[in-house]
C-alpha cells in the first residue's frame, strides 16, 4: 500500500505548471455566466494565467479573458481562493504567438 502524503506529492507535482510565469499587472474583462467583470491580470504563462478582483467563479469554470485590445483567450478555472482565480487555458499559447508578445509588451510597461 502507499504512503498518502507520498501520492498526494506525486499528483501535486503532476498538477504543478510546467511553464515559466511572467508578472503583470493588466486590466481584463472575465466573461463567465454570461456576465462580465473587470479584473486584473497578476500573472501569466503559455498555459494559463493568475486573475485578481473574480467574483462568483468556481473552479471547473468555463471562461473567456478578454485584453481590453480585444484578444481574447478561453480557458477554465482551475483554482479560486476568495477573489483570486487561477485560469488554465482550453489551448496552451505558443512561444510565438502574437497574445504572448502583447502580454508580455503590455507587462513590461506595468
Same mark, same amino acid.
Not at 493568475?50 to 483567450?73: H, I, K, T, W
Given at each position: 500500500?502507499?504512503? =498518502?502524503?507520498?501520492?498526494?506529492?506525486?499528483?501535486? $507535482?503532476?498538477?504543478?505548471?510546467?511553464?515559466?510565469? #511572467?508578472?503583470?499587472?493588466?486590466?481584463?474583462?472575465?466573461?463567465?455566466?454570461?456576465?462580465? $467583470?473587470?479584473?486584473?491580470?497578476?500573472?501569466?504563462?503559455?498555459?494559463?494565467?493568475?486573475?485578481?478582483?473574480?467574483?462568483?467563479?468556481?473552479?471547473?469554470?468555463?471562461?473567456?479573458?478578454?485584453?481590453?485590445?480585444?484578444?481574447?483567450?478561453?480557458?477554465?478555472?482551475?483554482?479560486?481562493?476568495?477573489? #483570486?482565480?487561477?485560469?488554465?487555458?482550453? $489551448? =496552451?499559447?505558443?512561444?510565438?504567438? =502574437?497574445?504572448?508578445?502583447?502580454?508580455?509588451?503590455?507587462?513590461?510597461?506595468?
Amino acid at each position: 500500500m502507499r504512503n =498518502p502524503s507520498t501520492a498526494s506529492n506525486q499528483v501535486r $507535482q503532476l498538477v504543478r505548471r510546467r511553464d515559466e510565469r #511572467r508578472a503583470a499587472s493588466i486590466t481584463a474583462l472575465v466573461y463567465c455566466h454570461g456576465r462580465f $467583470q473587470t479584473a486584473r491580470i497578476v500573472d501569466f504563462s503559455l498555459g494559463g494565467l493568475q486573475l485578481d478582483g473574480c467574483f462568483g467563479v468556481a473552479v471547473a469554470n468555463r471562461l473567456a479573458v478578454e485584453l481590453l485590445s480585444g484578444q481574447r483567450l478561453e480557458g477554465k478555472a482551475a483554482w479560486a481562493v476568495a477573489s #483570486r482565480i487561477g485560469v488554465q487555458f482550453c $489551448q =496552451p499559447l505558443a512561444p510565438d504567438d =502574437p497574445i504572448v508578445a502583447l502580454l508580455s509588451q503590455i507587462a513590461s510597461r506595468t
